[in-house]
T-cell receptor, first 113, second 114 residues
Framework: DSGVTQTPKHLITATGQRVTLRCSPR?????VYWYQQSLDQGLQFLIQ???????AKGNILERFSAQQFPDLHSELNLSSLELGDSALYFC????????????FGPGTRLLVL | DAKTTQPTSMDCAEGRAANLPCNHS???????VYWYRQIHSQGPQYIIH???NNETNEMASLIITEDRKSSTLILPHATLRDTAVYYC???????????????FGTGTSLTVIP
């Protein structure tokens, strides 16, 4: 158990819909990262937040957005869903003094039908 | 972007040492070598990282060549639970204003055989 929690574990929805994925980082970790893992793209970095502020953006689509709240939990919003958005979405967190060690959550498996 | 080259797959007998190579010939002076692994569909797990000296922890050893252009991750006594995809990543250490994300490549799929 990494200490990072993600909900829900599984999500099935239809094309065109909007979903929200939630992540609670390890206690005290200020950084939250979102990654997407699909069969054809591998593990791709989406976005990082540090203490509530966006720190870095990766291959995140405009239809996707994220935020980190004052209590440090984070949400990833996916809208206008397409079949190709079906993937595992991982959240990770790291401590300020040990940022090389990212602790990954169990992931949310999203299936868009 | 992944700056490393790893074999696609490897097998290792249970109880033997697993030696996973990684080439990173364009590594910069301020970049560290990190290893993560991902057991099927689980979140990746940090293993070890190093700059130029060999490193060892409770999970593995990391051997970095003197020119830093390649490294080897060693699992001293592989078990069936070590079957996973192993990712070698190079990246600067330290908190960065431009982000601390990892760019995972395709990794090496290690299968430990009974």
């Amino acid at each position: 158990d990494s200490g990072v929690t993600q909900t829900p574990k599984h999500l099935i929805t239809a094309t065109g819909q909007r979903v929200t994925l939630r992540c609670s980082p390890r206690s005290g970790d200020l950084s939250v990262y979102w990654y997407q893992q699909s069969l054809d793209q591998g593990l791709q970095f989406l976005i990082q937040y540090y203490n509530g502020e966006e720190r870095a953006k990766g291959n995140i689509l405009e239809r996707f957005s994220a935020q980190q709240f004052p209590d440090l939990h984070s949400e990833l919003n996916l809208s206008s869903l397409e079949l190709g958005d079906s993937a595992l979405y991982f959240c990770a967190s790291s401590a300020r003094t040990r940022e090389e060690t990212q602790y990954f959550g169990p992931g949310t498996r999203l299936l868009v039908l | 972007d992944a700056k490393t080259t790893q074999p696609t797959s490897m097998d290792c007998a249970e109880g033997r040492a697993a030696n996973l190579p990684c080439n990173h010939s364009t590594i910069s002076g301020n970049e560290y070598v990190y290893w993560y692994r991902q057991i099927h569909s689980q979140g990746p797990q940090y293993i070890i990282h190093g700059l130029k000296n060999n490193e060892t922890n409770e999970m593995a050893s990391l051997i970095i060549t003197e020119d830093r252009k390649s490294s080897t991750l060693i699992l001293p006594h592989a078990t069936l639970r070590d079957t996973a995809v192993y990712y070698c990543i190079v990246r600067p250490a330290g908190l960065s204003n431009t982000g601390n994300q990892f760019y995972f490549g395709t990794g090496t799929s290690l299968t430990v055989i009974p």
